[in-house]
């Protein structure tokens, strides 16, 4: 079913960290869904982020039949989201980066070593690279060092990924000063936006997409079969 079919009765809940892709992948198919943008600073708190999707859900209004929900599962955040009167539809994915880079597999490709990057994603406020400089400011220098070995040091290397919504190279060189305190190499990674055009299109393959009917709610289950 195609984005232009469905304008008129779907809206988007969407993480402002996807903001950058789904704007670009909305103009492209020259979209023009309603868009309820949640604050990405809210990853931290799987419980917080939860409380805030669902109050977005509770306020759309009942003419708009399917809500598109631009999200990972994050940490369980989506468990127990109830569809009350809409159509959800989710990506079954655990965290945002199958979205930037185009699929689950293409996630796992990289394995568990690699910290991904976006604009949208250091601009968040929960970067730990926009953070670098509150941690030096509060703890000082060879402290500060210490909490990102702990929280980073077993990575192998930081990843930004190209989505060609934004200026690589000066993300890239804002990694870069994280990744010298970490002595660890930055890459550059090509980027795919084909989840998020087909979740607009939509094109909502069981093994892609969540479907959840009015009346429903995202169960656990759903949640293990993602992370499995």
């Avoid at 779907?10 to 604050?39: F, H, Q, S």
């Avoid at 599962?73 to 980066?97: Q, S, T, W, Y």
């Avoid at 890459?187 to 094109?203: C, E, Q």
Wanted: aromatic share 8%; proline share 4%.
């Amino acid at each position: 079913m195609d984005t232009m079919q469905r304008t008129h009765d779907t809206c988007i809940i969407a993480c402002e960290t996807l903001k950058p892709e789904l704007e670009a992948v909305m103009k492209t198919r020259n979209g023009d869904y309603p868009v309820i943008w949640i604050d990405a600073g809210k990853h931290a708190w799987s419980d917080k982020l939860h409380t805030l999707v669902q109050e977005a859900i509770d306020g759309v209004s009942p003419s708009l039949k399917t809500i598109l929900l631009l999200f990972g599962f994050c940490g369980n955040a989506m468990v127990d989201i109830e569809a009350r009167n809409h159509h959800l539809v989710l990506p079954k994915v655990a965290d945002c980066i199958p979205l930037f880079i185009g699929s689950r597999k293409e996630r796992e490709s990289y394995g568990t070593r690699t910290y991904f990057f976006t604009e949208g994603y250091l601009n968040s406020g929960g970067s730990i690279a926009s953070d670098m400089p509150r941690l030096y400011t509060r703890y000082g220098e060879e402290q500060a060092h210490v909490i990102l070995q702990e929280m980073l040091g077993h990575y192998r290397d930081l990843a930004v990924i190209d989505t060609g919504t934004f200026d690589v190279a000066n993300v890239t060189v804002q990694v870069e000063d994280l990744a010298k305190h970490l002595a660890i190499p930055v890459k550059v990674i090509p980027g795919n936006l084909r989840m998020i055009n087909a979740l607009l299109a939509g094109s909502w393959q069981d093994e892609l997409f969540l479907q959840v009917q009015p009346g429903g709610k995202i169960t656990f289950e759903d949640a293990l079969a993602v992370s499995s």
